[in-house]
């Protein structure tokens, strides 16, 4: 069935760094590729998409890369700042269908 | 708007017994889905729903029913519960996924655990 992984589980910086997670998926018909962020508690919120038309995305200090060839989607957040931290989850589907990665935990350091 | 609402926010069963979770949506959307989330293991697909009357499974639907007899509504029912099925249950809606209006937007999760 579908699948898709994210790496790495757990990422640490400083602030001011920048951090990168990525994702690959299994599901050549895949066309949609959000990002969300969760806070401890709370629900998952989007904080990025991408869909299969585009390879590149950018939202201030958070970017997308998608190379739907490869199959794998990156997010990319700059000067990482301490209320960045939080678990980021990648997701990959279509018509409707959403299957999430495990999660990247993702910590920054003052 | 109330967005996505979930009852209840907080539940303890027994091994064997059924409940239902309940989902609602005041946005009109077409899509819904339930996930369930287990501590590194992120968010699992349970099952999904393209429009009323029409659902289909997703990764881990074993255990669980679900029924969309109108656009608003989206149940979950545990038929018999398990501890196994101790997790945080997330329903999520999306108004269209043909006219780029995929966003899913989540309810605040309902927390279920099962003796």
């Known amino acids: 069935g579908e699948n898709v992984e994210q790496h790495p589980s757990t990422l640490s910086v400083q602030e001011g760094d920048s951090a990168v997670i990525k994702c690959t998926y299994s599901d050549s018909a895949s066309n949609y590729f959000p990002w969300y962020k969760q806070e401890l508690g709370k629900r998952p919120q989007l904080i990025i998409d991408i869909r299969s038309n585009v390879g590149e995305k950018k939202d201030q200090r958070i970017a997308v890369t998608l190379n739907k060839t490869a199959k794998h989607f990156s997010l990319h957040i700059t000067e990482t700042q301490p209320e960045d931290s939080a678990v980021y989850f990648c997701?990959?589907?279509?018509?409707?269908?959403?299957?999430f990665g495990q999660g990247t935990e993702l910590s920054v350091k003052p | 708007n109330a967005g996505v609402t979930q009852t209840p926010k907080f539940q303890v069963l027994k091994t064997g017994q059924s409940m239902t979770l309940q989902c609602a949506q005041d946005?009109?959307?077409?899509?819904m889905s339930w996930y369930r989330q287990d501590p590194g293991m992120g968010l699992r697909l349970i099952h999904y729903?393209?429009?009323?009357?029409?659902?289909d499974q997703g990764e881990v639907p074993n255990g669980y029913n679900v029924s969309r007899s109108t656009t608003e509504d989206f149940p979950l029912r545990l038929l018999s519960a398990a501890p196994s099925q101790t997790s945080v249950y997330f329903c999520?809606?999306?108004?269209?996924?043909?006219?780029?209006?995929?966003?899913?937007?989540f309810g605040p999760g309902t927390r279920l655990l099962v003796l």
């Open positions: 999520a809606s999306s108004y269209s996924w043909a006219l780029n209006q995929e966003t899913q937007y």
């Open positions: 997701a990959a589907g279509q018509g409707g269908k959403l299957i």
């Open positions: 946005m009109n959307h077409e899509y």
């Open positions: 729903s393209v429009g009323a009357g029409i659902t």
